[in-house]
């Protein structure tokens, strides 16, 4: 699961020839640079693998996810419609620009109900956010749907899935924008990282100048002959993560091919047992980190996980999971009912997310990784067919 697995010589030349150089900065220093822009070229190659119009690369995917919504013009006292099933960056990065996070539920794939969004939009929403979460898709259509009937932007927070597709369109690059993470947890990591993809030239022109004081960047001159369009901040890439990058893009198509292949594998070994795989908008475009089973109860899911544990793999249910889902973060919770610059927050209590809780009590879950031993799997396998026979008895 974690990129760092497939680290090896490439990373360490790209890195030697950054610090050889020693030009680290993206920007700036034209004349002496030999025309090399490392994070240039990352951004280079994510547009040409996803088709995308453009690529920013930033620090890290809640700093993509901040811009994003900025480079919309989301502010203080709007609303920002987004799934309690994500990782709290999301949230953060709502409550970062001074809006207000609104929680819908979940659908069956564990992604945001685009039904139950629609019903929470309001003269406030400013944004939506459907989170591409474990590998897998939202309803992508359904959201650019419901955001074009309304005139609301769609952000795809994609951090998650990188290299993830929805039919046959990557994902981050369907929506308005979408974010990407490359930080260390991901599938591909550059050790920190973001990018944002968006085919609407004004939108990224905003967001392009905001992740750098405002700069206006220009290679005809150097940075301090820059113009500026309004104030922003520092999210800048270092040449040495755009580096990183480049190579993890290349890496990417074979990492996913490994992971596909044994997630497959799996998941055909034990079809016969009639357990329920996770839903997906779209099965071939599961980057495939993740491997979740739906059991029929939560008390089924417990069985589950005992019988699967006492065979060698770790599953968790999902519910109890505290980094990825709404009800654990009491932070939030304590904002519920509060005053955000004139608009008043809903509740963020749990009793508040119980078609969610229905979903992630009976989900179970196991990570993959890219370099899996024939062992490691067969050991999954057993575990699952202990699991499933346990618990569907
Ligand atoms: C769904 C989701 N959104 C946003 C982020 C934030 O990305 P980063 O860690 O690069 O800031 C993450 C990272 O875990 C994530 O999983």
Redesign the pocket.
């Known amino acids: 699961m974690a990129g760092t697995e497939i680290f090896g010589i490439e990373e360490i030349r790209v890195l030697t020839d950054v610090i050889e150089r020693k030009m680290i900065h993206r920007y700036g220093s034209h004349s002496v640079r030999s025309g090399i822009y490392r994070v240039e070229e990352f951004e280079e190659k994510a547009k040409k693998i996803t088709g995308s119009k453009h690529a920013l690369a930033l620090t890290?995917?809640?700093?993509?996810?901040i811009t994003a919504l900025k480079g919309i013009g989301v502010g203080p006292g709007d609303e920002v419609i987004t799934s309690p099933f994500?990782?709290i960056?999301?949230i953060e990065?709502i409550v970062a620009c001074g809006a207000v996070p609104i929680l819908g539920e979940i659908d069956e794939t564990l992604a945001l109900d685009p039904v139950s969004a629609e019903k929470l939009i309001t003269k406030k929403t400013g944004a939506l956010i459907p989170?591409h979460?474990f590998g897998a898709a939202a309803d992508v259509d359904a959201f650019v749907e419901i955001g074009k009937k309304y005139g609301i932007p769609v952000i795809e927070?994609a951090?998650?899935v990188v290299g993830g597709t929805y039919k046959g369109r990557y994902l981050g690059s369907i929506g308005d924008c979408g974010?990407w993470?490359?930080?260390p947890?991901?599938t591909l990591t550059v050790g920190?990282?973001?990018l944002i993809l968006t085919d609407d030239e004004d939108l990224w022109f905003k967001m392009d100048c905001y992740h750098d004081h405002g700069h206006v960047h220009s290679k005809k001159h150097d940075r301090g002959e820059e113009g500026k369009f309004g104030l922003g901040v520092n999210y800048r890439l270092s040449e040495l993560q755009g580096a990183l990058g480049v190579v993890a893009l290349d890496k990417m198509p074979a990492a996913l091919e490994k992971l596909r292949r044994t997630k497959k594998r799996i998941i055909d070994s034990v079809k016969d047992t009639g357990i329920k795989v996770r839903p997906m908008h779209d099965l071939e475009g599961d980057t495939a980190s993740h491997l979740i089973f739906m059991l029929p109860s939560p008390e089924a899911a417990v069985s589950f996980r005992r019988a699967a544990g006492e065979t060698g793999t770790g599953f968790s249910i999902i519910s109890e999971n505290t980094w990825?889902y709404a009800k654990h973060w009491k932070a939030l919770e304590e904002m519920g009912e509060k005053d955000f610059f004139g608009t008043k927050a809903p509740s963020y209590a749990p009793e508040t997310m119980a078609a969610t809780e229905a979903k992630l009590s009976r989900a179970v879950m196991t990570g993959l990784n890219i370099n899996m031993s024939d062992e490691d799997t067969e050991r999954i396998i057993n575990s699952v067919r202990s699991g499933a026979e346990t618990a569907l008895r």
Do not use: P, R
Request: proline share 0%.
């Open positions: 890290n995917g809640t700093a993509a996810l994500t990782f960056a999301t990065a989170v979460m927070d951090c998650e974010t993470s490359f930080d947890n991901k920190e990282g973001g990825h």
